[in-house]
Every structure is written in structure tokens, then in C-alpha cells.
């Protein structure tokens, strides 16, 4: 279950490290338990515990009881809210963008006038 209210900051922030990168790509191929994902990283199961702690909160993690294991999973719709943000900015950026070139191609733009020929 994933308690935390993830946020952009949050999700960028549990993504910085190489390690929870690595435990997020090993989730991608399906769910584990701490030891599992320990035999594969180059941290003390500890670190890796830390790691799981870190990216749950930012909520890109669900966390499901099995027993005496806790199975760790990627949330569905974990980084929505990092989605939603990117794509926010990414939106103001071209529509800036696209403001700047319509006004650089105003004021390049040479009027036509109308000049009579001498005849």
C-alpha cells in the first residue's frame, strides 16, 4: 500500500540516485522482496531497505505483505505527477518558444509600400 502524496520534487528526488534507479529497473521486471533486490546491488540489504523507504514515500513504490515478506512493487501511476509536471513545462516552453519566433518574424518582416514609377 502507498500511503505518501507524491510529488514532482519528491519523484525527482528519489530518482537522482544510481541505486534507487536500479532498484526501479529491477522492479520494472516484477515484484520483490528486500533480498532479492539486495543480491543484485552493490549496498548492504540496510542501504537497500533505506532505498525502498525513499522511493515509497515519493509514492513510486507500493508495498504488498506476503507472509513474512514484504513484496515491493512499481505504482501503477507512480509518476504521474512527474509526467504532469513535464509536460506542463514542456507545454510553456514551446508556446514561449513559439511566441518568440512569431515576434522575431514581425520584426524582421519589411513593410511593402507602394512606390510609383516615373513614366
Not at 540516485?17 to 540496510?46: E, F, Y
Request: a positive charge; charged letters at 20%; one cysteine or more.
Amino acid at each position: 500500500m502507498t500511503y505518501a502524496i507524491a510529488t514532482p520534487e519528491k519523484i525527482i528526488h528519489a530518482l537522482a540516485d544510481p541505486t534507487r534507479r536500479a532498484i526501479v529497473s529491477s522492479l520494472s521486471r516484477g515484484a520483490s522482496a528486500v533480498g532479492q533486490l539486495a543480491d543484485g546491488l552493490p549496498v548492504s540489504r540496510p542501504a537497500v531497505s533505506q532505498h525502498l523507504r525513499i522511493l515509497t514515500d515519493a509514492g513510486l513504490l507500493t508495498v504488498t505483505q506476503c507472509g513474512t515478506k514484504r513484496l515491493y512493487q512499481l505504482a501503477p501511476d507512480g509518476v504521474a505527477p512527474l509526467r504532469r509536471y513535464l509536460d506542463v513545462m514542456w507545454n510553456d516552453a514551446l508556446a514561449s518558444f513559439e511566441q518568440a519566433a512569431i515576434a522575431q518574424a514581425n520584426s524582421t518582416a519589411t513593410p511593402m509600400t507602394n512606390k510609383s514609377k516615373d513614366s
